[in-house]
């Protein structure tokens, strides 16, 4: 399913810039790295060129690299401009892949070497590729680049997108904490996951407690449980109908992660599945399928030596190095969890992905590194009776995947490790966690924060219960242990986080806040030196 709206203003203000006449063709001059070279006639018929149905994002902002994303409605190649100005002055000129049935007609570009602390105006157009004269209408979106030496720097961070069967509902305004966010003018967004509820079907009607009726969009991908990759890449193209995302895509930079509902609801590799709603039983299968689309539909730089990882780290200038985890790929078959040895079963990162946080955090010439994970530390989440899917698994010692947290923890305090901050979603409330090994079973680490956002536009849920292996200490939470369960986005709690790092003191704040943007808790962190 495709769209069929207006670009907007961004367009309408792009026509009149570029002075389009109503004969449909214009011709535009363009500074590329390899000097003035003029554009070919643009043949602007909507009728005959490619269309651009889901707009455009931007993501893995990385000192002065951006990834470019969009998807065309045929196979056409990625053509993107950008310059430091709205009116695209001395626009410099990538040209892209082909966006093929292959990626789903999805495409990206890098672009590098781009000034620090600079807005940066981008717009994308994809060229026919039978006929090189043939140009979709563009769009427009922008970023801003890390700051050069001490600017202040202004993210957000949430997770839990249309979760539970709480789709885009119009006449409620749609996904609206997306525009929340975007008023606000975060440098990036961090997504921690769950960007889509591959085992979460929509219905077009939900009747609410008072009586009302909830009304979803909904398509064919997404009217049962995701398992061939037509239905995950339907997943994604489902959020993109929504206005909301779609403005914030072009405005605000992604870090993008994965959790369970990308795939299924706490998936783990090798899992053999018994439920009557899926054909497919191998979740191996449906985790590749999962991946790929995930991979085709977010703003993500592939590593070249391994395009089909997901976690990665960014470099945010003097005081900001961020850690993007991948809690899903690596971990052992979720258990009792309470093995006195570590080993394979009791993975979670895994021992590769431990090793390249352990030397990243070690090498970090950065003031604060923020690690970006998918699940929190210290709540329990439970796998139906008997098992765990979290690394939590009750009070007490040390067992099970905790042997891994507690190896990180004791590695950060033996090495000295300063200012680590922890940042997550999952759990569908908002919450800010301080973790004292005074109050804990396991004593060896250095006392750190971790604050939880969301969702985004799913059903709230909540509070979990605590485990004390790493003595968390509750200093905010934003639901109380008697609310109701599975509560609609229009009840209002739907929550995202805000993270400010002063240029000058290095002081990081945190805000949480609720669905319309106002600020729920706040704390300042003074960056020990």
């Known amino acids: 399913m495709e769209p069929n709206f207006s670009q907007g203003i961004n367009r309408r203000q792009f026509l009149l810039r570029a002075a389009m006449t109503s004969g449909g063709i214009v011709a535009t001059n363009i500074l590329s790295k390899s000097g003035l070279a003029q554009a070919p006639a643009i043949i602007t018929s909507d009728k005959i060129r490619p269309r651009i149905p889901y707009g455009v994002a931007s993501g893995d902002i990385n000192s002065n690299n951006a990834v470019i994303w969009s998807r065309s409605s045929r196979p056409a190649r990625l053509i993107v401009e950008y310059a430091t100005t709205e009116s695209f002055r001395n626009a410099r000129r990538v040209t892209g892949p082909v966006a093929s049935v292959n990626t789903d007609l999805t495409a990206r570009v890098y ?68 525009e929340s966010i975007r008023r606000l003018n975060p440098d990036f967004f961090i997504h921690s996951g769950d960007n889509i509820y591959a085992d979460n079907p929509i219905l077009s009607e939900v009747q609410l407690d008072d009586g009302s009726i909830w009304k979803n969009i909904t398509t064919p991908e997404k009217s049962k449980v995701a398992e061939t ?35 299924r609801n706490n998936w783990y590799p090798q899992q053999i599945l018994d439920d009557s709603r899926y054909k497919v039983k191998n979740v191996s299968l449906l985790a590749a399928r999962a991946k790929q689309a995930f991979l085709e539909y977010t703003p993500i730089r592939f590593d070249p030596k391994d395009p089909q990882r997901i976690y990665r780290s960014f470099d945010y200038g003097k005081a900001l190095e961020i850690f993007m985890l991948d809690k899903r790929s690596y971990r052992g078959a979720n258990s009792p969890n309470n093995q006195t040895v570590a080993s394979a079963e009791t993975a979670f990162l895994g021992s590769p992905q431990v090793r390249w946080l352990k030397s990243k955090l070690q090498n970090s010439k950065a003031t604060w590194k923020v690690i970006a994970s998918d699940m929190p530390i210290g709540l329990v989440v439970t796998d139906g009776k008997t098992n765990f899917e979290n690394f939590s698994n009750g009070d007490g010692p040390a067992l099970g995947r905790e042997l891994e947290l507690a190896d990180l923890l004791r590695f950060i305090k033996q090495n000295n490790i300063r200012n680590v901050v922890w940042l997550t979603a999952d759990v569908h409330y908002a919450a800010a966690h301080y973790y004292d090994p005074g109050k804990a079973q396991f004593t060896d680490f250095k006392p750190f924060w971790e604050f939880v956002a969301g969702p985004l536009n799913s059903g709230t849920f909540g509070p979990n219960k605590l485990d004390n292996t790493f003595g968390p200490q509750v200093k905010f939470q934003s639901v109380s242990p008697d609310i109701k369960q599975n509560l609609p986005p229009n009840a209002g709690l739907q ?18 806040h609720d669905l319309a943007g106002k600020p729920l808790y706040s704390v300042d962190l003074e960056p020990e030196v």
């Open 111 to 178: 672009l590098s070497n781009l000034p620090r602390g600079q807005e940066i105006f981008y717009r994308v157009t994809f060229q026919d590729v039978g006929d090189t004269n043939i140009y979709s209408a563009p769009v427009i979106g922008r970023l801003r680049t890390p700051p050069q030496g001490q600017g202040n720097i202004f993210f957000a961070w949430s997770g839990d997108t249309a979760g539970q069967g709480w789709g885009i509902n119009p006449e409620w305004g749609g996904m609206k904490i997306y």
């Open 229 to 263: 990759l037509k239905e995950f890449r339907g997943n994604y193209t489902y959020n993109l109908l929504d206005d909301n995302i779609r403005r914030f895509n072009a405005q605000v930079p992604q870090l993008v992660q994965w959790d369970d509902h990308e795939v």
């Open 495 to 512: 929550f995202f986080g805000t993270v400010k790092i002063d240029g000058k003191t290095e002081v990081l704040t945190v805000v949480l």
